[in-house]
């Protein structure tokens, strides 16, 4: 079993920054990826980015996030990071990480929230106009 729980959401006004974490505990993978969504009121749950590992890492986005966003991981500590830059109002939801062990080759898979049997409880963010 993992457990991720999500860490870092907040109040910050447009053009401010957030990093939020996510640390996992419990079995650790020695490939995967993790996987940062949200969700805003009244919307779906929308993917954010991607971060897999199988020896090398590789990255993937969201064209909305994409040059604002950071993913990143901490090994030592168990923990991904999302660097979220430059934050505009429509950024503002409940931001959730996920994570699997499965490999996928074509990282577009990671986009899909179904490819996640892991979940967070989720941290909101907010941001002012």
């Known amino acids: 079993q993992v457990t991720l729980v999500e860490s870092g959401g907040g109040l910050v006004q447009a053009g401010g920054s957030l990093r939020l974490s996510c640390a996992a505990s419990?079995?650790?993978?020695?490939?995967?990826?993790t996987g940062w969504f949200r969700q805003a009121p009244e919307k779906e749950r929308e993917f954010v980015a991607a971060?897999?590992?199988?020896?090398?890492?590789?990255?993937y986005y969201a064209d909305s996030v994409k040059g604002r966003f950071t993913i990143s991981p901490d090994n030592a500590k168990n923990t991904v990071y999302l660097q979220m830059n430059s934050l505009k109002p429509e950024d503002t939801a409940v931001y959730y990480c996920?994570?699997?062990?499965?490999?996928?080759?074509?990282?577009?898979?990671?986009?899909?929230?179904?490819?996640?049997?892991?979940w967070g409880q989720g941290t909101q963010v907010t941001v002012s106009s």
């Open positions: 996920a994570a699997t062990p499965t490999y996928y080759s074509r990282v577009t898979y990671y986009t899909r929230s179904t490819s996640y049997p892991y």
């Open positions: 419990g079995r650790t993978f020695s490939s995967g990826a």
């Open positions: 971060i897999r590992w199988s020896g090398t890492t590789s990255t």
